[in-house]
């Protein structure tokens, strides 16, 4: 093994980080966040349960990955780093009582002399704690620390052509996954039994390409759960005159392409969902028209408002945000957010995933496009029906 993408091309990214570390004056970034360690690096392992970075410092060409030692191989398999930039802590650093992974890290950080540095971290990401920060402030008293929460996810927000094409296989994927979906949800069948369906088809991938994990599991709302998002299958038996909400995402090499759609169990929905169902693809098609470089982002959510503004539709959340490379929990890469006051222009080959989510307590209705911005405009990385399914 090795990894996927070309030296070349993580040596672009890397360069791409050192110019923002240094408008942001920073010396030193300690990386924490599993996809921006594989954005730099092609580390992709599941051993973000326990400490791991990446360590990235003006002056060294070469990015470090330090982690558990029974992970190191992981990084050798993985990565495109030199033998001398990785670094594995022992097993007793483990959830241990007296001492801290960050410890260890602080350790390589002194041995290469960077201990007075103006040190970057990620202050507000999944995988790095409380104590992991503190850890590191009382190791390295000489250091003054800076937050660079979302630095790399900057640096990630557009896509190298490579990654364009890895997105595009996902949604190959994706439109495998809501077809399995489609078919295998029906009326007296369990909700589990549909959610293994689901998982099977995301981990199968197509006859050219497998498919991976997604950093979300299948959301998967009937009936009832409709009136909410983010909850998933229980043994439950789906019933006729049902809604069913899916948010669901094919993933290749950890890129995904997020793909949510609604089902009717029958055919006669209720007045409300259809009425809905029409003003969301009105106002989602208003919004798409919009997108295309040079527009700011708030104006892709002004379109949708002034797109469902003849109806009594009204949605506070915001519309969709950014998405690409990633882990659990959230496939979404926490920059762009499709909503008022979001000042961020448009770029050729950024990836937006607009789901404009309506729930009521009757009913509730979802719809999403995942799209890419192109010279000109957009192009969608799947090909999938906007429309409400009536499964009868």
């Given at each position: 093994?090795?990894?996927?993408?070309?030296t070349?091309e993580y040596?672009?990214?890397?360069?791409?980080t050192k110019q923002k570390?240094t408008?942001?004056g920073?010396?030193?970034?300690?990386?924490?966040?599993?996809?921006?360690?594989?954005y730099?690096?092609?580390y992709?392992?599941?051993?973000f349960y326990?400490?791991q970075?990446?360590l990235?410092?003006q002056?060294?060409e070469?990015p470090?990955w330090?982690?558990?030692?029974m992970?190191a191989?992981?990084?050798r398999?993985t990565t495109?780093l030199?033998?001398?930039?990785i670094?594995e802590y022992?097993?007793?650093?483990?959830q241990?009582?007296?001492?801290?992974p960050?410890q260890f890290v602080?350790?390589?950080i002194?041995?290469k002399?960077?201990?007075?540095?103006?040190i970057?971290v990620?202050m507000?990401?999944f995988y790095?704690?409380?104590h992991?920060?503190?850890?590191?402030?009382?190791?390295?008293?000489?250091?003054r620390?800076?937050?660079?929460?979302t630095?790399v996810?900057?640096?990630?927000?557009?896509?190298s052509?490579?990654?364009v094409?890895f997105?595009k296989?996902a949604?190959k994927?994706?439109?495998k996954?809501?077809?399995a979906?489609?078919?295998a949800?029906?009326v007296?069948v369990?909700?589990c039994?549909?959610?293994?369906?689901?998982?099977?088809?995301q981990?199968a991938?197509?006859?050219?390409y497998a498919?991976?994990?997604?950093?979300?599991?299948?959301l998967m709302m009937a009936g009832?759960?409709?009136?909410?998002?983010?909850?998933?299958?229980?043994?439950?038996?789906?019933?006729?005159?049902?809604?069913v909400?899916?948010?669901?995402?094919?993933?290749?090499?950890?890129?995904?392409?997020?793909?949510?759609?609604?089902?009717f169990?029958?055919?006669?929905?209720?007045?409300l969902?259809?009425?809905?169902?029409?003003?969301v693809?009105e106002g989602l098609n208003?919004a798409?028209?919009?997108i295309?470089?040079?527009?700011i982002v708030?104006?892709?959510?002004a379109?949708?408002r002034?797109?469902?503004?003849h109806s009594t539709?009204v949605?506070e959340?915001r519309?969709?945000?950014?998405f690409g490379l990633n882990?659990?929990p959230?496939?979404g890469?926490h920059?762009?957010?499709?909503?008022?006051?979001d000042?961020t222009?448009?770029?050729?080959?950024?990836?937006?995933h607009l789901?404009p989510?309506?729930?009521?307590?009757?009913?509730g209705?979802?719809?999403d496009?995942?799209?890419r911005?192109?010279?000109?405009g957009?192009?969608s990385?799947?090909?999938y029906p906007?429309e409400?399914?009536?499964e009868?």
């Amino acid at each position: 093994m090795s990894s996927v993408f070309s030296t070349g091309e993580y040596q672009e990214r890397i360069k791409k980080t050192k110019q923002k570390m240094t408008d942001k004056g920073i010396d030193l970034l300690i990386i924490s966040q599993p996809a921006n360690m594989n954005y730099l690096t092609g580390y992709d392992g599941w051993s973000f349960y326990v400490h791991q970075c990446v360590l990235v410092h003006q002056e060294q060409e070469e990015p470090m990955w330090l982690g558990r030692g029974m992970d190191a191989n992981g990084a050798r398999l993985t990565t495109f780093l030199s033998e001398e930039n990785i670094r594995e802590y022992a097993d007793d650093y483990v959830q241990s009582t007296i001492k801290h992974p960050m410890q260890f890290v602080a350790g390589v950080i002194k041995e290469k002399g960077w201990e007075k540095s103006v040190i970057g971290v990620e202050m507000d990401q999944f995988y790095f704690t409380h104590h992991a920060f503190t850890s590191l402030e009382s190791s390295l008293p000489g250091a003054r620390f800076s937050d660079a929460n979302t630095l790399v996810n900057w640096v990630r927000v557009v896509k190298s052509d490579a990654e364009v094409e890895f997105i595009k296989r996902a949604g190959k994927i994706s439109e495998k996954v809501m077809d399995a979906a489609r078919k295998a949800i029906k009326v007296g069948v369990r909700e589990c039994d549909a959610a293994a369906a689901v998982a099977y088809a995301q981990y199968a991938g197509t006859a050219q390409y497998a498919g991976d994990y997604p950093a979300i599991v299948p959301l998967m709302m009937a009936g009832e759960a409709t009136k909410t998002p983010h909850l998933t299958w229980t043994e439950k038996i789906y019933q006729e005159g049902e809604a069913v909400l899916l948010e669901l995402s094919g993933a290749y090499r950890r890129y995904h392409a997020p793909i949510a759609r609604t089902l009717f169990l029958g055919k006669k929905p209720p007045k409300l969902l259809n009425d809905t169902a029409s003003v969301v693809l009105e106002g989602l098609n208003k919004a798409l028209e919009t997108i295309k470089p040079g527009v700011i982002v708030e104006e892709v959510e002004a379109a949708w408002r002034q797109g469902i503004a003849h109806s009594t539709v009204v949605k506070e959340s915001r519309i969709g945000y950014s998405f690409g490379l990633n882990y659990p929990p959230d496939w979404g890469e926490h920059t762009i957010s499709i909503r008022p006051g979001d000042k961020t222009v448009l770029q050729p080959n950024m990836m937006l995933h607009l789901i404009p989510g309506i729930w009521y307590d009757e009913v509730g209705f979802e719809l999403d496009a995942s799209v890419r911005v192109i010279p000109g405009g957009y192009e969608s990385v799947y090909d999938y029906p906007l429309e409400l399914f009536l499964e009868g």
